[in-house]
């Protein structure tokens, strides 16, 4: 059996999303603040008494973690609403958010000791899984083993993303220093999309480094699948505001451009981590980096039996081989026609290249992973640096339903492109780009894309296509 189909969490992303849009600032959050305002003063009460807080550092110490308690002082960012002149100050409200995925972040650590994370670790041996490893790596401060004021109990704090705070925990609520001023002292730039790509990545598809990749043997174990985009999962853990102040401060955001630097530098960490020691487990691939359908597909031998895969142009590969994950490829694809058209074609033969190689032997497909990555890199540069217009989005969200239909033979592409349709077109309507109600009538086919993807089990793909292409011929009118 599969671990648990995504698609109602995909679903619910999209929806989330929808409804996260739709309530910033509203009720919602008055509804949710009882349950927070609770573990916030838990959470306060552990922070007292640590005599963490204003430590001097050298600005080339390496940082220290103090822990989510130094962040949570009530006129700082653990006021119950969001009055703050410059942030918003209710930060950990939203990060102890006990109904949405707002505030997954800080249940990280407790799902470990959910019943589905203990019958995971029981079947690798693992003991308790909340003090694994090979598990906390991802469920919680990657730097609390090192750092005795961080408690692994408060999961993924503040400090895994922006940082430790021992440089900079003074300079950054003082209005005199610039952001520039607190990244020198070690805070990470996550308005930068490449850093903050890379940094999501490290949990959400895997790194190299100890207790960060959830491997086959992690997912045979009954571990939920990973699939992520960074511009919707951004919009789904939202705890700031991008208004007028924000963009004098940092660099102002984009969603087209966040997704597409993130489809950039996904495909850039699936490729660096398969060419690294964690691309083989023993004489075999790491079966991670291959789409789970391409093995687990139901079987007959019957003379009558029509094979459920379909031939995918964008994969050279022979029959019966097992295929590389390319969701990211496909996106990355769609993006660069449209606006990187002089690189698109070395993208798609460099991918082609890979994806062949794959089925020549280890050292060549490096190789081409290494091409590949080259290629992307620029790719992720080019984005990085450059405005998308409204015409240009609505071309991508255009090539992404159809321009690439061809390739959607498998689950994981087709959740990708759902995924870029939702995020990209509620960034259009949020922008003024695209009214709500021309937004509305295209719902129906996004949700009919979505129930499409339900089931990673009972993926249909021409159903997909079908429902997607829809969904891209109403977004092509709008253009
Ligand atoms: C590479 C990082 C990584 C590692 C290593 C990892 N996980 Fe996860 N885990 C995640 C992410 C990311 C999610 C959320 C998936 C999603 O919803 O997209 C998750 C989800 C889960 C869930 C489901 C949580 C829920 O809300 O239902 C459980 C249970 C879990 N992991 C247990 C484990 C255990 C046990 C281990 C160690 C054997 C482990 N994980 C190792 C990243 C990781
Ligand atoms: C999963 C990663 C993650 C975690 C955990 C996290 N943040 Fe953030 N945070 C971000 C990202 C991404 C941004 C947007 C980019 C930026 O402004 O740096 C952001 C923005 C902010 C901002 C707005 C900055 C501004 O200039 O307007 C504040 C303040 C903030 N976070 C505080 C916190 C606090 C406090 C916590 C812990 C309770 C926390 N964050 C936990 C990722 C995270
Ligand atoms: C140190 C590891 C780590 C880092 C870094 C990290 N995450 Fe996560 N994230 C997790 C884990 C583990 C979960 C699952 C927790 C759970 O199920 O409660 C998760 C869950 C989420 C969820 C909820 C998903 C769902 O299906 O409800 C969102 C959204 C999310 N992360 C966004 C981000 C973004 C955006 C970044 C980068 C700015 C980021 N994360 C960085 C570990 C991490
Ligand atoms: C290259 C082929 C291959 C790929 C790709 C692959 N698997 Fe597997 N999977 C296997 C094999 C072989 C087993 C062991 C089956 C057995 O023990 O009978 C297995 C077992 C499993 C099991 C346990 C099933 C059971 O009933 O014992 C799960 C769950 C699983 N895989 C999930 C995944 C997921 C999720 C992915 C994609 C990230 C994936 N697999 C990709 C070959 C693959």
Redesign the pocket.
Same mark, same amino acid.
């Given at each position: 059996m599969m671990p648990g189909s995504?698609l109602p %969490?995909v679903r619910g992303r999209g929806a989330m999303v929808r409804i996260r849009k739709s309530v910033i600032g509203g009720r919602a959050w008055v509804l949710l603040w009882f349950a927070a305002a609770i573990g916030m003063v838990v959470l306060i009460s552990a922070g007292r008494g640590r005599p963490a807080m204003a430590v001097p550092v050298a600005a080339v110490e390496a940082p220290r973690h103090l822990g989510v308690g130094s962040c949570a002082g009530s006129t700082c960012h653990g006021r119950q609403e969001a009055t703050g002149t410059v942030v918003r100050q209710d930060e950990l409200m939203r990060w102890q958010d006990p109904a949405s995925s707002g505030g /997954?972040h800080s249940?990280a650590w407790a799902?470990?000791g959910?019943p589905?994370?203990l019958s995971? /670790?029981a079947k690798?041996s693992?003991g308790d $899984?909340r003090a /694994?490893a090979?598990?906390l790596?991802?469920?919680a401060d990657p730097a609390a083993a090192r750092a005795p004021g961080v408690r692994l109990s408060d999961g993924v704090g503040c400090e895994a993303c922006h940082g430790g705070a021992s440089g900079w925990l003074d300079s950054h609520a003082s209005t005199s220093a610039s952001h520039r001023q607190n990244v020198a002292r070690g805070m990470i730039a996550l308005d930068d999309p490449r850093t903050r790509a890379g940094l999501c990545a490290d949990?959400?598809?895997?790194s190299e480094a100890r207790?960060?990749?959830?491997d086959h043997r992690?997912m045979a /174990?009954g571990? $939920?699948r990973? %699939?992520?985009e960074l511009d919707l999962f951004s919009t789904m853990q939202q705890h700031w505001n991008e208004d007028a102040d924000y963009a004098r401060r940092k660099q102002r955001p984009s969603a087209t451009r966040t997704w597409a630097v993130g489809q950039a530098v996904a495909l850039m960490r699936a490729l660096g981590t398969y060419s690294s020691a964690r691309g083989t487990a023993g004489a075999f691939p790491e079966f991670t980096f291959f789409d789970c359908q391409t093995c687990h597909r139901r079987i007959s031998d019957a003379i009558d039996y029509r094979p459920s895969a379909l031939a995918n142009p964008g994969r050279p590969i022979p029959p019966g081989t097992p295929a590389f994950q390319d969701e990211n490829m496909i996106m990355l694809s769609a993006a660069a026609q449209v606006v990187a058209p002089d690189l698109a074609g070395a993208f798609d033969r460099d991918s082609r290249a890979f994806h062949a190689a794959l089925a020549i032997g280890r050292p060549q497909a490096v190789a081409a992973a290494g091409r590949l990555r080259g290629t992307a890199d620029t790719l992720a540069d080019a984005f990085a640096r450059r405005p998308f217009s409204r015409a240009e989005t609505l071309a991508i969200v255009g090539q992404v339903a159809t321009g690439a239909a061809q390739r959607y033979t498998d689950y994981e592409g087709g959740v990708q492109a759902v995924m870029a349709i939702d995020t990209l077109l509620s960034a259009l309507v949020r922008d003024g780009g695209v009214s709500p109600a021309a937004a509305a009538g295209i719902r129906g086919d996004i949700d009919r894309a979505y129930a499409a993807v339900r089931d990673a089990n009972g993926f249909r793909p021409l159903e997909f296509r079908a429902a997607i292409s829809r969904a891209g011929a109403a977004i092509r009118k709008l253009a």
């Amino acid at each position: 059996m599969m671990p648990g189909s995504t698609l109602p %969490s995909v679903r619910g992303r999209g929806a989330m999303v929808r409804i996260r849009k739709s309530v910033i600032g509203g009720r919602a959050w008055v509804l949710l603040w009882f349950a927070a305002a609770i573990g916030m003063v838990v959470l306060i009460s552990a922070g007292r008494g640590r005599p963490a807080m204003a430590v001097p550092v050298a600005a080339v110490e390496a940082p220290r973690h103090l822990g989510v308690g130094s962040c949570a002082g009530s006129t700082c960012h653990g006021r119950q609403e969001a009055t703050g002149t410059v942030v918003r100050q209710d930060e950990l409200m939203r990060w102890q958010d006990p109904a949405s995925s707002g505030g /997954a972040h800080s249940r990280a650590w407790a799902v470990l000791g959910s019943p589905r994370g203990l019958s995971i /670790a029981a079947k690798l041996s693992l003991g308790d $899984p909340r003090a /694994a490893a090979d598990c906390l790596g991802c469920h919680a401060d990657p730097a609390a083993a090192r750092a005795p004021g961080v408690r692994l109990s408060d999961g993924v704090g503040c400090e895994a993303c922006h940082g430790g705070a021992s440089g900079w925990l003074d300079s950054h609520a003082s209005t005199s220093a610039s952001h520039r001023q607190n990244v020198a002292r070690g805070m990470i730039a996550l308005d930068d999309p490449r850093t903050r790509a890379g940094l999501c990545a490290d949990c959400h598809f895997g790194s190299e480094a100890r207790g960060q990749f959830v491997d086959h043997r992690i997912m045979a /174990a009954g571990h $939920p699948r990973l %699939s992520f985009e960074l511009d919707l999962f951004s919009t789904m853990q939202q705890h700031w505001n991008e208004d007028a102040d924000y963009a004098r401060r940092k660099q102002r955001p984009s969603a087209t451009r966040t997704w597409a630097v993130g489809q950039a530098v996904a495909l850039m960490r699936a490729l660096g981590t398969y060419s690294s020691a964690r691309g083989t487990a023993g004489a075999f691939p790491e079966f991670t980096f291959f789409d789970c359908q391409t093995c687990h597909r139901r079987i007959s031998d019957a003379i009558d039996y029509r094979p459920s895969a379909l031939a995918n142009p964008g994969r050279p590969i022979p029959p019966g081989t097992p295929a590389f994950q390319d969701e990211n490829m496909i996106m990355l694809s769609a993006a660069a026609q449209v606006v990187a058209p002089d690189l698109a074609g070395a993208f798609d033969r460099d991918s082609r290249a890979f994806h062949a190689a794959l089925a020549i032997g280890r050292p060549q497909a490096v190789a081409a992973a290494g091409r590949l990555r080259g290629t992307a890199d620029t790719l992720a540069d080019a984005f990085a640096r450059r405005p998308f217009s409204r015409a240009e989005t609505l071309a991508i969200v255009g090539q992404v339903a159809t321009g690439a239909a061809q390739r959607y033979t498998d689950y994981e592409g087709g959740v990708q492109a759902v995924m870029a349709i939702d995020t990209l077109l509620s960034a259009l309507v949020r922008d003024g780009g695209v009214s709500p109600a021309a937004a509305a009538g295209i719902r129906g086919d996004i949700d009919r894309a979505y129930a499409a993807v339900r089931d990673a089990n009972g993926f249909r793909p021409l159903e997909f296509r079908a429902a997607i292409s829809r969904a891209g011929a109403a977004i092509r009118k709008l253009a």
